[in-house]
């Protein structure tokens, strides 16, 4: 096992489209996985993409039962997913606070999907047909992003509604606190 620097906005790496993977089940994937999953667990991360640790491959972990860095949204299950495709369930979509361990310190108002169907594979290969709405959805398709060189700045629409997690927490912006902060403020969510 071993803890990965993540990548941060600015190193090309993260604007490339990464590679499918063609072959499961082999000592690198799983050694690879292995990694992305110690890695977000150990930056507190709703979820990570390959190109984070600086693999282009079309990777992506995410889940986890409570979250310092998100303190006010439901569980998500824990995931890994290969060669995704994310296919929206509708054309709705809703506005929520999104960070990166890529972009640290900051959060922005991001539009997504609220439903969405994705496939794709697990880490032994087997296929996966999920459907998510919300928090879960939301994460899928940050992460997913990511495979397509893709960070959450870029989906902004409203730039009032991105900065620095202490500045826009003061301005009384930010529904979610720091992880110090676990009972304070939980304020209306956009
Ligand atoms: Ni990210």
Known sequence: MAIHKVLRMGHPLLNQRAAAVEDFNTPELDSLIEDMLDTMQAEDGAGLAAPQIGVSRRIVVFG????PRYQDVPSVPRTVLINPVIRALGDVMEEGWEGCLSV???????????????????????????????????????????????????????????????ELAEA????LQTSDDTNQSRGERS
């Open 172 to 175: 009384g912006l930010l529904p």
């Open 64 to 67: 986890f039962d409570q979250n």
């Open 104 to 166: 640290p310190g900051m959060r922005g108002l991001v539009p997504r999907y609220s439903a969405i169907e994705y496939t794709g594979f697990d880490a032994t290969g087997a296929p996966l047909q999920v459907r998510a709405d919300g928090f879960h959805a939301r994460v899928v398709q940050h992460e997913c992003d990511h495979l397509d060189g893709i960070l959450y700045p870029q989906r902004i629409r409203d730039f009032t509604r991105f900065g620095f997690i202490d």
